[in-house]
């Protein structure tokens, strides 16, 4: 079974619609990050989490939000989906002092 | 703010030849450098990673170099496969605080012609 797991792998959703992407990990790992791909411009960073109790904003934070349910649970919400949300949605995790992160698959999400 | 700039965007090599993809970092402090491949519908995976207390790493057919003083580091894949075929991802820590974040660069495409 993969260590880190996301869904869902794929969804369509309309503009103005609150949809949550979640992310589970059998990993131990402390800490738990959310990405976005875009074409061109890489990985950047949305929120981070140390642990349940410590979330953190990355790069990219405005129209996101996130909860930490458990140390193996870590989810991502667009409250109010826009068309420029439109991306590929990664979850990652590490070992608190490490660097290493491993991902998971991915969910691609289409704003229309 | 920190910043990754990576080269080229594309990539294409005939099979059996090298594949060098170029990145530089802005913040002086970053220590830690690794390397990240992601195949076609997939989440990026570690494939290689170098720390700021060497200047080279090798794991068969690819390397990676740093230069501290420059502030660039560099994958080496050589003899090139098809399976090689993915988008490579470099990325550098990020020194502020014990946070564990890293700053990525925007990748590269890489086409192995058979």
């Known amino acids: 079974d993969a260590d880190v797991t996301q869904t869902p792998r794929n969804r369509i959703t309309k503009t103005g619609k609150r949809i949550m992407l979640e992310c589970s990990q059998t990993k131990g790992h402390d800490r738990m990050y959310w990405y976005r791909q875009d074409p061109g411009l890489g990985l950047r960073l949305i929120y981070y989490?140390?642990?349940?109790?410590?979330?953190n904003k990355g790069e990219i934070s405005d129209g996101y939000s996130v909860s930490r349910q458990a140390q193996a649970k870590f989810s991502l919400s667009l409250e109010s989906a826009i068309p420029n949300q439109t991306a590929l949605y990664f979850c990652a995790t590490s070992e608190g002092g490490s660097y290493e992160q491993y991902f998971g698959p991915g969910t691609r999400l289409t704003v229309t | 703010g920190e910043n990754v700039e990576q080269h080229p965007s594309t990539l294409s090599v005939q099979e059996g030849d090298s594949a060098v993809i170029k990145c530089t970092y802005s913040d002086s402090a970053s220590n830690y450098f690794p390397w990240y491949k992601q195949e076609l519908g997939k989440g990026p995976q570690l494939i290689i990673d170098i720390r700021s207390n060497v200047g080279e790493k090798k794991d068969q057919r690819i390397a990676v170099t740093l230069n501290k003083t420059a502030k660039h580091f560099s994958l080496h894949i050589t003899e090139t496969q098809p399976e090689d075929s993915a988008v490579y991802f470099c990325?550098?820590?990020?020194?502020?605080?014990?946070?564990?974040?890293?700053?990525f660069g925007q990748g590269t495409t890489l086409q192995v012609k058979p």
């Open positions: 990325a550098a820590s990020i020194s502020s605080g014990n946070t564990g974040k890293l700053i």
């Open positions: 989490s140390f642990d349940v109790k410590d979330i």
